[in-house]
């Protein structure tokens, strides 16, 4: 998920690293006791609405620990560090396939990509840039490894991300309430980014608004909504199309929505890349 460079403030771009192998190294007493903690955590925050024991005796409950591969290369964070260029980073996110593909998915969505950009003021090929670079226009439930419940919950048990995997985890919890959709039928990145659009739950909640404008008739598998709250977000973000031909200008309004998305600048060039390539 390349919103998980928004992440990297707060050390998601390290869990690959072998230095910090030492984080995942918990006991499994260690395990069972933090595993408590955050049950009895959630039980007083939801008190009332919520039998949270269910979720951790549902069939579908585990710990992730398979997400520590240390092998994983954060794409975003290697160029911030030098390491790697734009050419390297533009070769791993596939962007001359994404190009090829984009008319394809710009004309399947045609309808709501001019319904979107009319009614928040967003131009659609960077709506269309976005979704790009966040599913590689795929779509449905299946995007992300994990379900998010248990990502979430294995970042609490077993990283310093305590803080992090909790609010989160909070958020996940509300967000499947006031959509009724079972909250394990979320499947994530191994930080929580779900849907074709890899909102954390925090940004589902407060920026994910569908096409009818409300969270509660939203879905983040269905693309259409997710067109919707991409344009949505830019828009919050302090979009303004009177500026697109300033997209290129770090300093314009446009570049700096594109960048709230994900603070990365190769992510912000990649997605001005695919929407300047549409007509």
Same mark, same amino acid.
């Given at each position: 998920?390349?919103?998980?460079?928004?992440?990297?403030?707060?050390?998601?771009?390290?869990?690959?690293?072998?230095?910090?192998?030492?984080?995942?190294?918990?006991?499994?007493?260690?395990? *069972?006791?933090?595993?408590?903690?955050?049950?009895?955590?959630?039980?007083?925050?939801?008190?009332?609405?919520?039998?949270?024991?269910?979720?951790?005796?549902?069939?579908?409950?585990?710990?992730?620990?398979?997400?520590?591969?240390?092998?994983?290369?954060?794409?975003?964070?290697?160029?911030?560090?030098?390491?790697?260029?734009?050419?390297?980073?533009?070769?791993?996110?596939?962007?001359?396939?994404?190009?090829?593909?984009?008319? *394809?998915?710009?004309?399947?969505?045609?309808?709501?990509?001019?319904?979107?950009?009319?009614?928040?003021?967003?131009?659609?090929?960077?709506?269309?840039?976005?979704?790009?670079?966040?599913?590689?226009?795929?779509?449905?439930?299946?995007?992300?490894?994990?379900?998010?419940?248990?990502?979430?919950?294995?970042?609490?048990?077993?990283?310093?991300?305590?803080?992090?995997?909790?609010?989160?985890?909070?958020?996940?919890?509300?967000?499947?309430?006031?959509?009724?959709?079972?909250?394990?039928?979320?499947?994530?990145?191994?930080?929580?980014?779900?849907?074709?659009?890899?909102?954390?739950?925090?940004?589902?909640?407060?920026?994910?608004?569908?096409?009818?404008?409300?969270?509660?008739?939203?879905?983040?598998? *269905?693309?259409?909504?997710?067109?919707?709250?991409?344009?949505?977000?830019?828009?919050?973000?302090?979009?303004?199309?009177?500026?697109?031909?300033?997209?290129?200008?770090?300093?314009?309004?446009?570049?700096?929505?594109?960048?709230?998305? *994900?603070?990365?600048?190769?992510?912000?060039?990649?997605?001005?890349?695919?929407?300047?390539?549409?007509?």
């Amino acid at each position: 998920s390349l919103l998980l460079a928004q992440l990297a403030g707060q050390g998601f771009s390290s869990l690959s690293n072998p230095a910090l192998a030492h984080w995942f190294d918990v006991p499994v007493s260690r395990q *069972n006791e933090r595993l408590k903690e955050l049950k009895d955590k959630l039980r007083i925050d939801f008190a009332d609405t919520i039998s949270i024991d269910s979720l951790f005796n549902d069939p579908n409950f585990q710990l992730e620990m398979e997400i520590f591969d240390r092998t994983r290369v954060n794409p975003e964070s290697e160029v911030a560090s030098g390491s790697k260029d734009y050419k390297w980073y533009r070769e791993v996110l596939q962007i001359d396939k994404k190009i090829k593909e984009a008319p *394809n998915f710009m004309r399947k969505y045609r309808d709501e990509l001019r319904i979107a950009e009319n009614k928040h003021g967003v131009d659609k090929r960077f709506i269309v840039g976005v979704l790009g670079i966040e599913s590689g226009f795929k779509e449905g439930s299946k995007i992300g490894k994990y379900k998010a419940f248990n990502a979430l919950a294995t970042l609490y048990v077993v990283t310093p991300k305590k803080e992090y995997a909790y609010r989160e985890l909070k958020e996940l919890v509300i967000f499947s309430s006031r959509t009724r959709i079972p909250i394990f039928s979320f499947n994530s990145s191994y930080a929580g980014a779900i849907g074709c659009a890899q909102f954390i739950p925090s940004s589902l909640n407060r920026l994910f608004i569908g096409k009818y404008g409300e969270v509660e008739k939203s879905n983040p598998t *269905n693309m259409t909504d997710c067109i919707h709250s991409v344009a949505y977000y830019l828009k919050s973000a302090g979009w303004k199309n009177s500026e697109d031909g300033k997209i290129h200008d770090k300093s314009s309004r446009n570049w700096k929505a594109i960048f709230s998305y *994900n603070k990365s600048e190769p992510y912000v060039k990649a997605v001005i890349e695919i929407a300047t390539s549409l007509e």
